[in-house]
């Protein structure tokens, strides 16, 4: 099992240990976990949990999130990785669940817990998961035009939905709207969506 590390690139698959990023300390870290990959075996799928599918539209708007909601966002996030590296999927993705509806702005969460329930065979919810994704970095990115990462993420989780044309026709508008951006021409440049797509672990996270 292995957690995607979202450093330049927002998806990036890391055979080997469960990587686990620390935010400041334990009480004080936000809804800020990296994305979670499960390899091969290991991996994802669909589950659609009717109380899931419930708050997907009607997500709270940021700053209607509190700060206990994400510390225990946090705490739930932490028991997934826990349970990931036992290779407890049911549970990871129950915590994971929690943690998304807890912090539904955070679109890391929805595209872990879409990982997951790839990994579990959950297709319909793994869907459903990877579209309240992509609906919170776009929002995120209307809230940070500047900010380059929500639109990289954007790119990721249209490549896992299988929208691959809106992802290639994305990154065909990042130079432009990001011109002085290393991030954005590194990732033109150097062709990276078409390496996330070539990635055998990526492939059986997508749909």
């Known amino acids: 099992m292995r957690l995607v590390r979202s450093v330049v690139l927002p998806t990036l698959f890391d055979p080997g240990r469960v990587f ?7 009480q004080n870290r936000r ?15 669909a589950l659609v949990p009717v109380a899931l599918v419930a708050f997907v539209g009607c997500k709270p708007k940021p700053k209607d999130i509190s700060s206990l909601q994400r510390k225990e966002a ?12 036992l290779r407890d999927y049911a549970r990871a993705e129950d915590e994971l ?3 998304a509806k807890a912090c ?17 065979g959950q297709r319909d919810g793994a869907k459903a998961a990877y579209k309240s994704a992509l609906s919170a970095f776009e929002d995120a990115a209307a809230l940070a035009p500047k900010d380059v990462q929500s639109v990289l993420k954007q790119i990721s989780v249209l490549a896992l939905l299988g929208r691959t044309d809106d ?9 432009d709207r990001f011109p002085d951006d290393r991030d954005a021409r590194v990732f033109v440049e150097q062709k990276q969506l078409d390496h996330l797509l ?4 990526f492939k059986e996270a997508a749909l």
């Open 31 to 45: 809804c800020l976990m990296k994305p979670l990959l499960v390899k091969k075996v290991l991996l994802f799928s």
């Open 97 to 99: 669940a929690k943690a």
């Open 20 to 26: 686990a990023q620390d935010v400041g300390s334990r």
């Open 104 to 120: 539904p702005d955070n679109g890391d969460y929805w595209m872990n817990l879409g990982s997951v329930r790839m990994h579990l």
């Open 74 to 85: 946090a705490q739930h996030v932490s028991e997934a990785q826990f349970a990931l590296t």
């Open 167 to 175: 992802a290639r026709a994305l990154v065909g508008k990042l130079q």
């Open 198 to 201: 070539a990635d055998p672990g």
